[in-house]
């Protein structure tokens, strides 16, 4: 049975208004009814408790904004995954910015301890930046260094204070999470040369949106489940600037160029229907950057009951 989980914590983001994610997908949901709506039924929700940013700006913490409130975050989001698996439920999760991602995959690592993780992260961005290489010091571009224990020294352009060093290290764990080659990008078109240094390193997977026109979704599907053929888990982590800004300007960090929203669509399907995806994760939905209407969270709603409709099929087998 699936469970929503509901994290609504925007510290991570240089934007103001994805924690509104949340209330932009149920308000447009409620207005399209379907089988799945019992999914919006909040005895069957996990709500995670979200920390206040303490909203000093602090010079010590320029290279990892909000980092001591994110720590705290990492921890009740991993508990409120470890709790839905051990309850046998499957996590969908709505989240505020993607740095919660991060706190999602210690969760998953702790409930599948002796499983490979893979991660498809259909994103504009790859989100590998650590404290010593961010330009924007804001973690929502940083879940995906915690997950592999990367600090990426040899890209560095700052120094970061003792103090979020510490953090920072409370964040990555001791151990890797995930292997950095089971980790496929899916829609990445804006990436930084530190970033890139770690994906050419490492041998990510790297799918664009032009080679999933071009190629055809099933044949990038293939090859991205023998990439993680050797993974017993996977997690989809949806961030909505995958998608084109046509369809919407309600996301924080828009890219030309995206995918369109029967793509994205049609993406997220196969990827439930797969029996080695445990959870997935829609996130950076910001209405209040939406002008008019509730567009984003009109599509990201439509993007989670379809969504939500396959794992019902995959999962009542
Ligand atoms: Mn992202």
Known sequence: MIQLISVMSELGAGTEGSSDGYSAIA???????????????????????????????????????????????????????????LDNKFPVVISGDHSNAGGTIRGLKKSYINSRIGLIWIDAHADLHSPFTTPSGNVH?????????????????????????????????????????????????????????????????????????????????????????????????????????????????????????????ELLKILASHSKVKCIEFTEINPSLDSKGNPMGEVAGQLLRETINCLNKRLSK
């Not at 705290?72 to 409120?80: D, F």
């Not at 040899?154 to 953090?167: G, Q, R, T, W, Y």
């Open 141 to 265: 571009g940083m879940p995906v260094a915690t997950a592999i224990k990367e600090n990426n020294i040899d890209s560095a352009i700052n120094k970061p204070s003792d103090e979020i060093i510490d953090l920072w290290g409370q964040l990555l764990g001791d151990e890797r999470r995930v292997i950095p080659s089971d980790i496929v990008y899916v829609g990445l078109r804006s990436v930084e040369d530190a970033e890139s240094f770690l994906i050419h390193k490492y041998g990510m997977g790297v799918h664009t949106v032009n080679e999933l026109r071009d190629r055809g979704v099933d044949r990038v599907i293939n090859d991205i489940e023998t990439q993680l053929d050797n993974c017993d888990v996977i997690y989809v982590s949806f961030d909505v600037d995958s998608m084109d800004p046509s369809v919407s300007n309600g996301t924080g960090t828009p890219v030309e160029n995206g995918l369109k929203k029967l793509e994205a669509l």
């Open 27 to 85: 308000s447009a949901s409620y207005r399209h009814p379907m089988d799945s709506i019992d999914v919006f039924d909040s005895s069957n929700i996990i709500k995670v408790d979200t920390v206040k940013s303490l909203g000093i700006p602090n010079p010590d913490f320029e290279h990892s904004k909000n980092l001591n409130e994110i720590v705290t975050m990492y921890n009740r989001i991993s508990v409120a995954i470890e709790n839905s698996i």
